[in-house]
T-cell receptor, first 111, second 113 residues
């Protein structure tokens, strides 16, 4: 079983739409959770960390469900510039700083 | 200037050649990582280092070796390159603690013919 699993998509949505991605993780002891964005052939860049209480950054909302071991990313009012691959990342945290990456969910926002 | 740099950015080589990919960082982080990414797949960890004296194998270390020359430098070597090592390679750094996001270099696109 993979440490982190994501629906690869692609999600094809019109501008202005709301879209949500989920990601499941297998290690119940995981401590740190992140969403990264990766543009084609570029390096991944942190979009947002995911906190237990959920967090919001502009049009982006991330939530963590420890009981069901998944995290989610909600994008409201999608822009063309949101088109990218979104990577879910999970880490045991503390001193054991390994990071487990999902294979990514591709989002295409259409005019 | 970029916080994490990688050289070369692109490399084409032949089967059996020795290749070294270099990574430097100005983040002051102790922790450094090498990943490879294949089309449609997630990042796979090759090696990681928590400080200059600490080197650890990742999920796919066979065929690779690393050297941590200093806190700021972490190089990846392919002793005898083979075609299935054709991939995009990323170096990354991170701090400690729970707010420990990773910062990535721009990547090295390696093609082994």
């Amino acid at each position: 079983r993979k440490e982190v699993e994501q629906d690869p998509g692609p999600f094809n949505v019109p501008e202005g739409a709301t879209v949500a991605f989920n990601c499941t993780y297998s290690n119940s002891a995981s401590q740190s959770f992140f969403w990264y964005r990766q543009d084609c052939r570029k390096e991944p860049k942190l979009l947002m960390s995911v906190y237990s209480s959920g967090n919001e950054d502009g049009r982006f909302t991330a939530q963590l469900n420890r009981a069901s071991q998944y995290i989610s990313l909600l994008i409201r009012d999608s822009k063309l510039s949101d088109s990218a691959t979104y990577l879910c990342v999970v880490s045991p945290g503390d001193n054991f700083n390994k990071f487990y990456f999902g294979s990514g969910t591709k989002l295409n926002v259409k005019p | 200037d970029a916080d994490v740099t990688q050289t070369p950015r692109n490399r084409i080589t032949k089967t059996g050649k020795r290749i070294m990919l270099e990574c430097s960082q100005t983040k002051g982080h102790d922790r450094m990582y090498w990943y490879r990414q294949d089309p449609g797949l997630g990042l796979q960890l090759i090696y990681y280092s928590f400080d200059v004296k600490d080197i650890n194998k990742g999920e796919i270390s066979d065929g690779y070796s690393v050297s941590r020359q200093a806190q700021a430098k972490f190089s990846l070597s392919l002793e005898s390159a083979i075609p299935n090592q054709t991939a995009l390679y990323f170096c990354a750094t991170s701090g400690q603690g729970t707010d420990n996001e990773q910062f990535f270099g721009p990547g090295t696109r390696l093609t082994v013919l």
